[in-house]
């Protein structure tokens, strides 16, 4: 059925419980797991009146980030050892998160999405939108939600 399942991760307490869902559903049908983080991209200026974060500060604030996204990626990592998962991961810095998510999957030829919902309420999500239901809705890959 599925061969290779992006997981991707926010740190977030549901994203921790759906990373162990996927890899017991990939361990079930003999499939690989590739985690994914999307880190955010950092704009050089704050609004005000023209104030631009130096180059030293975006540099410290980018290897922060950075050391984060490993530090996620490295729970799947564990986890997948730990369940004889084969694993590989993939940080990137997308415009768009839901669009890293669609980009990650095919880079690294991924079969299906399996990812957290964070289940806020309608109103929230109608105003703020969901980077789960972007991802169901341009993604060409069966998404599997985790609630």
């Excluded at 977030?12 to 690989?32: H, M």
């Excluded at 974060?53 to 050892?81: F, H, P, S």
Aim: charge should be positive; include cysteine.
């Amino acid at each position: 059925m599925f061969t290779n399942i992006l997981i991707p991760t926010d740190g977030s307490a549901l994203s921790k419980r759906s990373i162990k869902a996927g890899i017991a559903l990939a361990k079930a049908l003999g499939a690989r797991v590739t985690g994914y983080y999307a880190m955010e991209a950092l704009q050089p200026y704050v609004f005000g009146d023209g104030y631009v974060i130096d180059r030293a500060t975006m540099d410290q604030l980018d290897k922060q980030a950075k050391a984060t996204a490993e530090k996620y990626l490295g729970e799947i990592e564990k986890l997948a050892a730990a369940a004889n998962v084969p694993y590989e991961g993939l940080i990137t810095k997308p415009g768009a998160s839901y669009q890293g998510i669609i980009d990650a999957a095919k880079k690294k030829k991924c079969d299906a999405i399996f990812m957290a919902s964070h289940g806020r309420g309608e109103v929230a999500t109608l105003l703020l939108g969901s980077v789960t239901q972007k991802v169901l809705s341009h993604s060409k890959l069966p998404v599997i939600v985790y609630r």
